[in-house]
Structure formats: C-alpha cells, structure tokens
T-cell receptor, first 114, second 114 residues
Framework: AQSVTQLDSQVPVFEEAPVELRCNYS??????LFWYVQYPNQGLQLLLK????STLVKGINGFEAEFNKSQTSFHLRKPSVHISDTAEYFC????????????WGAGTKLIIKP | GAVVSQHPSRVICKSGTSVKIECRSL??????MFWYRQFPKQSLMLMAT?????????EQGVEKDKFLINHASLTLSTLTVTSAHPEDSSFYIC??????????FGSGTRLTVV
C-alpha cells in the first residue's frame, strides 16, 4: 500500500532564507507526485506536480521539487521565502493502480519569522 | 487551467436538517471526483471516491447513508450531509481529476451545524 511521510509538522524559517520541506513516499509502482499549499481558511492550491520526464519540477511562487526515485523522495524547496509563504504544505502521491486516489502526507506548517 | 467550482463556501444549518454541497468542473471532464473532510489542524481525510455514473466508494468509517454522494455527470458531483449534527461541522473539499493527470480542488465549504 502507498503511504506518504512528511517528517516535519512545522518548519520555522527566517524571511529570505531558503527552505526545504521533506516528503518521502512508499510505493511499489510508478507514481505521480504532487505538492499542494493551503493558505489559512482557504482551499488547496496545486504548487507543482511530477508525472514523468525531468525529475526537477518547477512550480508556482518560486517553488521547485526534485523527484528522487532511489530515495523515494519528493522534497519541496524555495531559495528565498517571503512572509506570504506562511501556509500548510501537503505532499501527495497517486498511481493508476489506486484508481488515482491521492494519498496524503500529514502536512507541514511553514512558519516565516520576520 | 482546470477550474473546479465548489459552493456554497460557507453554510450554517440547524441540527437535523440536510445540506447539499456542489462541486463542478468548469472546463474539463472529471472522470473521478473525490470528497474530503478536514478537521482543524489536520490533513485531509478522504471520505469517498466517485466515478461518473457509478455508485461512490466510501472509505472505512464513513457513513454512506449520512453522506450521500451523487456523480450524475462528468462535470458535477454533489455531497449531501443528511440530518446534520454539530459533530458534522467541518471543512469539506472536493477534488476532480481527468484520469489522474492532475487534481483540481474546489475552494472548500465550511459547514457549521448549530
């Protein structure tokens, strides 16, 4: 069965510093990988996704993620964060074998310190 | 890009009444729609998966007679919370996909049962 682990429930970081939010998954089949962001009191917004091709995926708002098959990871990075990046970030995985059902990580709260 | 419209965004209802939440894919055909519930400060909990024209598949622990899901067309799914009680108060989010190539989320519905 597929599972997704986001090791950090909270990540505090100073404004303009780089950040990495970690995501590891377990699956025996080819997967699709996603990062979503949820701003306070709002729905989810897709940041980026990996379906196939280049393992380095660029998304919106300056975020990028790298698919590492050998380490079964899909960590999210941003070189310089802003106060507006304060939000909850969710990693998710799906595959054709699971009828495209998204399996979610528990989420990581990104806290930007001024 | 793909857009999913979910409404209402907020609803307050009296205990014992029913509430219907709509989820529409505006510019693509949603072969599969998902309904999630999000408890405060927690990740999303998948409630059910529905494929157009078939009965929804409910996750373990979700009462199908209480949370009625209808996916009558490729662009519309509805979730009806029947005989709502205060413990049903939550944030409900729908998601739609066209064969798993991407997932688009609605903006969510904040249900408060008084």
């Amino acid at each position: 069965a597929q599972s997704v682990t986001q090791l950090d429930s909270q990540v505090p970081v100073f404004e303009e510093a780089p950040v990495e939010l970690r995501c590891n998954y377990s699956s025996s089949v080819s997967v699709y990988l996603f990062w979503y962001v949820q701003y306070p009191n709002q729905g989810l917004q897709l940041l980026l996704k990996y379906l196939s091709g280049s393992t380095l995926v660029k998304g919106i708002n300056g975020f990028e993620a790298e698919f590492n098959k050998s380490q079964t990871s899909f960590h999210l990075r941003k070189p310089s964060v802003h106060i507006s990046d304060t939000a909850e970030y969710f990693c998710a995985v799906s595959s054709m074998d699971s009828n495209y059902q998204l399996i979610w990580g528990a989420g990581t709260k990104l806290i930007i310190k001024p | 890009g793909a857009v999913v419209s979910q409404h209402p965004s907020r609803v307050i209802c009296k205990s014992g009444t029913s509430v219907k939440i709509e989820c529409r894919s505006l510019d693509f055909q949603a072969t599969t729609m998902f309904w999630y519930r999000q408890f405060p400060k927690q990740s999303l909990m998948l409630m059910a998966t529905s494929n157009e024209g078939s009965k929804a598949t409910y996750e373990q622990g979700v009462e199908k007679d209480k949370f009625l899901i209808n996916h009558a067309s490729l662009t519309l799914s509805t979730l009806t919370v029947t005989s709502a009680h205060p413990e049903d108060s939550s944030f409900y989010i729908c998601s739609a996909t066209d064969r798993g190539n991407g997932y688009t989320f609605g903006s969510g519905t904040r249900l408060t049962v008084v």
